[in-house]
DNA sequence: CCAATTGGCACTAATCTAGAGCTAATCGAA
DNA sequence: TTCGATTAGCTCTAGATTAGTGCCAATTGG
């Protein structure tokens, strides 16, 4: 299916929530840290998965944590420093959206028998690197604006995509 | 995951092949059937899953078939007329990308718990909104092409989508 | 009648998802 | 030091989804 994964879904959520609590605090302080059980009390969705997502967020330098008593965790850059595809690829791994192609495109090792001859590897491969790009437009600052102009939401799509620096 | 399912690319393998026998078919005569089989034949891919992925096609008039002896599938419409949208759609249903919104984001009388507080929710359904029509604007046609323009793939993105009238 | 084909239903196995349980490590405060 | 709150890591289970197969009916042409 083409859809999120529920962790992808809590992630998001609390993403949007820490851009929210960065922007509240005064600009050259250090954005306030709130825990997962704070955000597990605000919006009613599984701590623990919540916990989890949120820990992937930090191992891939998303947000940063802090343990210990009043731990918990902040955005690690500016919300608008952080992209919907950097996002879904740390919860839900690349989008690769066919089963065959991984993102590199030119050194394929992969075991896809259909390859020599399959008619669609090439146009889903651009679609969906169009897909990814959308992704990487997208910013969790623009995310965090609840009325957005949709047209924002397609800055960056028309523009070619060289990399994934992101990701890795 | 965000990926789409083997049915789905069992089914485009398909719909791009019958696309290219339409193309070779002189102009004005009905297109070509080829049946599963054939296809199965050309293609690494199991028979079955394929009949289905076609059957499924039939269902939602984006092929015809023709049963009996020397039976098969033709497309439709020409594919210029077959948009990607409405092909997965067919072979996947809408893509929903959270669990909650369905496309109705009017009229929504689901059940999400989260939805009075959910600060994705709106976001995100305009990014639901922008996938589909990244969907909608690319054509069988265009997925035809080997040698593929990127940039051809994102015409109608930055253009708003009010109904999704292929879909019904 | 017979062979080829689509159409429909049920079934199994593998994979993925959602969620919970448990424990260790870290930190602040009493 | 002791204790509570928190993140971090691991395993486990149940459910949903996906991939694939089997079987047979209906249709069509020879």
Redesign the interface.
């Known amino acids: ?6 962790r992808t ?1 809590y992630g ?2 609390a993403l ?2 820490l851009a ?1 609590q960065a922007t509240l605090a005064p600009a050259g302080e250090p954005v306030p840290v709130v825990s997962a059980r704070a955000i597990g009390d ?4 599984p701590r623990r998965l919540l916990a989890e997502a949120l820990k992937q967020l930090q191992q891939d330098g998303i947000v940063n944590s802090t343990r210990g008593a009043h731990g918990g965790y902040r955005l690690s850059r500016a919300a608008t420093e952080i992209s ?1 595809g950097e996002v ?1 690829s740390s919860l ?2 690349e ?5 065959c192609a991984g993102l590199g495109a030119a050194g394929s090792n992969h075991s896809c ?2 390859e020599p ?4 590897r ?3 491969a ?2 969906r ?3 990814w790009t ?1 992704f990487e437009g ?1 910013t969790l600052q ?5 009325a ?1 102009d ?2 924002a ?2 800055a960056g ?2 523009e ?1 995509n060289d990399g994934f620096s992101a990701t890795g």
Chains 1, 2 share one sequence.
């Open positions: 299916m083409l859809k999120l994964t529920k879904e998001l959520i949007v929530h929210d605000l919006f009613p969705v919907l879904i839900e791994g989008p690769s959206l066919t089963s028998e259909v001859v399959c008619p669609i090439s146009p889903l651009r679609l690197t169009g897909i959308l997208i623009s995310l965090t604006d609840r957005i949709p047209n939401l397609f799509v028309a070619e």
